[in-house]
């Protein structure tokens, strides 16, 4: 079991930053993937960024050059900052995790076995 708690979410003006965390507790092991997605009302979970086990960073086309993923393995937390903030980032994140996770499935939600409770950020004008 991995358990996965988000925090660093809140409300932020067009253009802002917010740098969003995601710490990892129980059986973490070398082959974990994580992922960053999220959900806006009405719309499915959508991936952002993410850790493909200890190796590359990939990144969603609309949040490239403004979201950086980032991790810190001694505290088993990874991040998300967020800078350029735009009105369309207005969602719920949420992190999500899988010790199976092939390469091809990194940004499919459903692929994913463990997830955190989610955290807002709402951007506005």
């Known amino acids: 079991q991995v358990q996965l708690v988000e925090s660093g979410g809140g409300a932020v003006q067009e253009g802002g930053s917010l740098k969003l965390s995601c710490t990892a507790s129980?059986?973490?092991?070398?082959?974990?993937?994580i992922g960053w997605f999220r959900q806006a009302p009405g719309k499915e979970k959508e991936f952002i960024a993410g850790?493909?086990?200890?190796?590359?960073?990939y990144y969603a086309e609309s949040v490239k050059g403004r979201f950086t993923i980032s991790r810190d393995n001694a505290k088993n937390t990874v991040f998300l900052e967020m800078n350029n903030l735009k009105l369309e980032d207005t969602a719920v994140y949420f992190c999500?995790?899988?010790?199976?996770?092939?390469?091809?499935?990194?940004?499919?939600?459903?692929?994913?076995?463990?997830w955190g409770q989610g955290t807002q950020v709402t951007v506005s004008s």
């Open positions: 850790f493909f086990r200890r190796q590359n960073s």
């Open positions: 129980g059986r973490i092991s070398w082959d974990l993937s």
């Open positions: 999500a995790a899988d010790r199976s996770l092939i390469l091809s499935s990194l940004r499919r939600a459903g692929a994913y076995d463990y």
